[in-house]
């Protein structure tokens, strides 16, 4: 009560007083993997309220970043609700999707009445008991809030965006860059279209399409064609009059869900008609470029031949672990086939806890066999003699704009092991996106000491590697992201649906 009076008088006193809350749950859940994710590590990953969202986010690269820095500058009072991620794995459980819309929906209910919400959710999340898990907690929102609240906020294009979705919001707005480099700058943007509608100076009007078609993931890096022209043809599109914002979005094709698939947003300014003719626009371009979006997959046995004399260190993207897609990061299938080959001197990471534990009792420069991570072809563990360098803590930072906007990385007990062919294997107790050099500097690891290097992952890391790696190859390997889409069985998605349906 005390609280509501001492907004009414501070609005008396100055009369553009505004309060606007934060609120995000962000999971890419990729349901071809059978292990959930469980509350349990969504905690072991990232799970903050009230002031410590602020605390963790001001200074990160994350959309939250940029939210908090308009806001603040806008003198308007930031209300924090909830912020959980957990790294991209299965499917959330019942029970955490419970706990989180049950802390977030009280706790809104509890810091109202406030102006606006800025939302995070990530667009792809999807719960046991939910297909559209974001479309639902956005839709709990509104019927909590109200029509008259704006709901404004940030998605990952890759997102599986729901009509529902559209529906309990007012503008989304997608990271352009892939790798995310931008999260920043699109949280400033939304936020400032927050400010700008609260203050009465636009009225965002959101035009949708879901377009029927899936973007081939190697198809998705955003400094080469054809996303790279996609972009180009956004930022020409925003130039037109009334139009605040417009939005590619790459789907994510490791959920089989109906939505699955890419799709478009455009915000207009009061105009309706603009926004679909903005909308009508890109449709055009991609519909007549179709073909463009499927992409080439190269197997590592195309790649071998190469090696050998190019500039190290080489980068191999095991495209069919990606664990910034849901893979568990314990595949060794590029590992073997470098050691078949002769090839030595790699850097791995490898999620194996048991493992670690195994070694915690160790000594560090003994030399000792162990057994780690899975070939997904032949389903062999690795079984190797190896020095073990060092183990303990493997909590690391990053300062610098990487892909996902973090600064806190932590990967739980770690194992820093040498194998006899001078492979470095880092085994971790908590999986990790390789996505920061400092994985490997934190704990005295010299990147460009190797001939190969072995990350996990697709686009994402480039924005970490790309400063140490001149030749990098996005390799097509198996997995629970493998890159060759037409191989996973969908029983859910929609139809039609290019290049399932080539219609
Ligand atoms: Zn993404």
Not at 30 to 38: L, R
Not at 140 to 165: E, K
Not at 336 to 354: Q, Y
Request: glycine share 8%; charged share 20%.
């Amino acid at each position: 009560m005390d609280d509501v009076l001492i907004i009414i008088v501070y609005n008396i006193v100055k009369p553009n007083y505004m309060r606007v809350a934060l609120l995000g749950i962000v999971h890419e859940s990729n349901t071809f993997v059978i292990d959930p994710t469980t509350l349990k590590k969504i905690e072991e990953s990232r799970l903050f309220f009230d002031h410590d969202i602020i605390l963790n986010y001001r200074n990160s690269f994350h959309e939250l970043g940029g939210m908090i820095e308009v806001l603040e500058m806008n003198e308007i009072e930031i209300v924090p609700i909830l912020y959980a991620e957990a790294t991209p794995g299965g499917k959330v459980t019942k029970d955490a999707f419970h706990f989180l819309l049950h802390e977030a929906m009280t706790r809104v209910k509890q810091q109202l009445p406030f102006d606006g919400i800025l939302v995070v959710p990530h667009g792809a999340a999807v719960c046991e008991a939910c297909d559209d898990m974001d479309g639902y907690w956005l839709s709990q929102l509104r019927a909590i809030i109200g029509p008259q609240i704006p709901i404004i906020g940030t998605l990952d294009p890759h997102a599986n965006v729901s009509q529902l979705m559209i529906q309990s919001t007012d503008a989304l707005v997608a990271y352009k860059t892939n790798p995310h480099i931008d999260q920043r700058t699109v949280g400033m943007e939304a936020a400032t279209i927050m400010v700008d509608f609260l203050l009465g100076n636009i009225k965002p009007i959101q035009s949708f399409s879901s377009l029927p078609l899936v973007i081939g993931i190697e198809q998705q890096y955003s400094e080469k064609d054809p996303y790279k022209y996609l972009l180009q043809l956004s930022a020409e599109i925003c130039k037109m009059e009334g139009i605040l914002s417009a939005s590619i979005i790459l789907g994510f094709p490791y959920a089989d869900v109906y939505e699955m698939g890419a799709s478009l947003i455009v915000i207009s300014d009061g105009d309706k008609e603009i926004g679909q003719l903005a909308i009508g626009i890109f449709e055009d371009y991609i519909f007549s470029n179709k073909n463009l979006f499927i992409g080439v997959k190269h197997d590592i046995s195309s790649i071998i031949p190469k090696m050998s004399s190019i500039e190290k260190p080489i980068l191999l993207l095991d495209m069919g672990d990606n664990v910034g897609g849901g893979a568990p990061g314990n595949s060794i299938f590029l590992l073997d086939k470098l050691d078949e080959a002769g090839i030595h001197n790699i850097f791995i990471c490898i999620f194996d806890p048991d493992c670690v534990n195994s070694l915690m009792g160790v000594e560090i420069g003994s030399s000792v066999e162990i057994i780690f991570g899975i070939n997904p072809e032949t389903f062999y563990l690795s079984t190797r003699r190896v020095t073990l360098l060092w183990k303990g803590n493997g909590k690391f930072d990053e300062l610098k704009p990487r892909h996902g906007g973090q600064i806190h990385f932590d990967m739980g007990n770690i194992a820093i092991v040498k194998t006899v062919n001078q492979d470095i294997v880092m085994l971790t107790s908590l999986r990790i996106a390789p996505y920061s050099l400092e994985q490997l500097l934190a704990f005295n690891i010299d990147p460009t000491s190797f001939h190969v290097i072995i990350a996990k992952g697709v686009n994402a890391p480039i924005a970490a590697y790309a400063e140490i790696c001149n030749n990098i190859f996005q390799v097509n390997t198996p997995g629970v992201t493998q890159a060759d889409m037409t191989k996973f069985i969908y029983k859910k998605r929609r139809k039609p649906l290019f290049p399932f349906e080539n219609d």
